[in-house]
C-alpha cells in the first residue's frame, strides 16, 4: 500500500514521533496536497498538553497542525478551480470535530477542502504562505461569521461602510490579516500595536494606530471615537478584552467583541510531569477572569465571544 511520512500524537500528552501512514485518495470535493512547508501554531503545544479539555472530541493517534502549503498531486471528482501541478495554500481541519488525521498538516501528504484552499501567485513562496491559513480564518470567523461581527464581505468594488472596527493586537498575525479583510470589506479601522509596527499597520490601511503599552490608550480610542459609529472590536491577546469592553462601552454602534484570546495563558503547563500543578491554578484564573470580563461587559452593554478559527470550515 502507497504511504509516507507523518508527525504523529500517539495519545494524550504523549510525545511526538515520526510514523509511516497509508496515503489517503480526496474525496469528491477534496484535493490531496504534497506538502512543501507548514506553520507551526501554539495551539497544537496546547492540544499534546491541554488536549483532553480544549479538543475532547479528538481521537489517538492524532496528526496535527492547521497551516500548510505545497503542490497538488490530485484531486476530487467535484473540483474544478484546481489541477494538478497548481501551487497552493490551504487550511487543514484535522483537528476539526468530525474531520479525519489524513487532513493534518503534520505529514509529506495532506487533505484538502476545496472551500478552504486558495492557488499561490508564482511571487509567493511556500514558506511564506503557509503562515497565512490560520490566522486569516481566525480574522475571518470573527469578523463575518453572523453570530460574531457580521460585517459585510470583502469587494474588490467595496462601498464605504462609513463604520470603524477596532483591532486590540493589530500587529499579531490575526491583527494583521483582520485589518486588510475590515479594510477590503469598506471599513475604517483603528488599531494598537508596539508603535514600532505603526508604520506596517498604517500600510496595511488602518487609519490611527495607538501604542497598546500604554495606560492612556482605551481612553484616546474612545475620544477618536466620539463622532464615528463603531462595527465592533478584535480583541487579540491577553488583557485586550478588558481594554476593548472600556472602549466600546463608551462609544456608539455596535457593541461586539470577538474575542481570539482567553484571559489566561497555558503556555507554561506541561503535557509531562508537573502538569497539574500548572494546570489546576491556570483553570482557575480562567475561570475567575471569563467572570470578571462578564460582569465587566454587562455593566457597560456590551456583547463578547470567543473565536474558534477552524469555525469557516464546517
Known sequence: MPSHEALILGKKRDPFSVHVVPDTAPGMDEILV???????????RLI?????????WMTYPAILGSDVAGDVIAIGSNITRFKVGDRVAGFAAGEEKGRRSAEGAFQEQVILMEKMTVPLPDNLSFEAA???????????????QPDFLAMHYPSVQRAPAEKTLVVWGGSTS????????????????????????APYLKSLGASAI??????????AIIEAL?????????????GSA?????????????????????????DEVPAGRGRWQKLLPALMQMVVGNISLALRARRRGVKTKFIWGGRPSS
Open 242 to 266: 478588558k481594554a476593548c469592553i472600556d472602549i466600546l462601552g463608551a462609544t456608539k454602534g455596535q457593541r461586539f467583541i470577538a474575542m481570539a484570546t482567553p484571559p489566561v495563558s497555558f
Open 226 to 238: 466620539r463622532e464615528r459609529e463603531v462595527c465592533g472590536a478584535l480583541a487579540i491577546g491577553t
Open 34 to 44: 504534497s506538502v512543501r512547508a507548514v506553520a507551526v501554531n501554539p495551539f497544537e
Open 174 to 197: 490575526v491583527g494583521c490579516n483582520a485589518i486588510q479583510l475590515a479594510i477590503a470589506a469598506g471599513y475604517d479601522v483603528i488599531a494598537t500595536s508596539s508603535l514600532r509596527n
Open 48 to 56: 499534546q498538553s491541554m488536549g483532553d479539555i480544549i479538543t475532547p
Open 210 to 219: 495607538y501604542d497598546r503599552h500604554s495606560p492612556s490608550t482605551p481612553s
Open 130 to 144: 503557509s503562515v497565512l491559513p490560520l490566522a486569516l480564518t481566525t480574522a475571518a470567523a470573527g469578523l463575518f
